[in-house]
């Protein structure tokens, strides 16, 4: 049994598989998945697991070089934008599109993990690098 790491093995090989570019997108309750796009639900009951929760565990195991987000959460949940802001350094490119742009975009994701957030704008579109 795996004792490290990304548990959930869907996640896990999500992870396993993603080349520089893939995309991922880290989703709250209310995002809708796209037709064809893989959704990977977590959400357990309302606010489990929270959006950092997993964000925090998906960049502990993913090398990130941009991260796309809704204009929209700037002033519709600024707490959250802050604290998620606050785990990337500047060497990640940050991206703000129109929600309705956002969900577009997650046409081309590889898969969608929805969480049990439930605060608004909680979504981020994770763009994979490469490790040298």
């Given amino acids: ?14 992870a396993a598989d993603l080349g520089h570019t893939d995309r991922v997108c880290i989703s709250d309750l209310g995002l809708p998945v796209p037709q064809g796009v893989a959704k990977i ?7 489990q697991p ?3 929760e ?13 991260v796309i987000l809704a204009e929209e959460i700037k002033t519709a ?7 998620l802001l606050a785990k990337f350094n500047d060497q990640v490119v940050v ?4 929600h309705e742009e956002f969900k577009s975009l997650n046409q081309a994701v590889k898969a969608v993990i ?4 439930n605060t608004p704008y909680s979504n981020i579109i994770l763009q994979s690098g490469v490790i040298i």
Avoid: C, W
């Fill in 114 to 117: 929805r969480t049990g957030e």
């Fill in 50 to 52: 929270n959006f950092q």
């Fill in 77 to 83: 949940n600024p707490e959250q934008l802050a604290t």
């Fill in 41 to 47: 639900d977590l959400a357990l009951k309302l606010g």
């Fill in 95 to 98: 991206e703000y599109v129109s």
């Fill in 1 to 14: 049994m795996k004792k490290h790491g990304i548990l959930n093995s869907s996640v896990a090989k999500l």
């Fill in 54 to 66: 997993v964000l925090d565990v998906y960049l502990d195991n993913i090398l990130v070089e941009k």
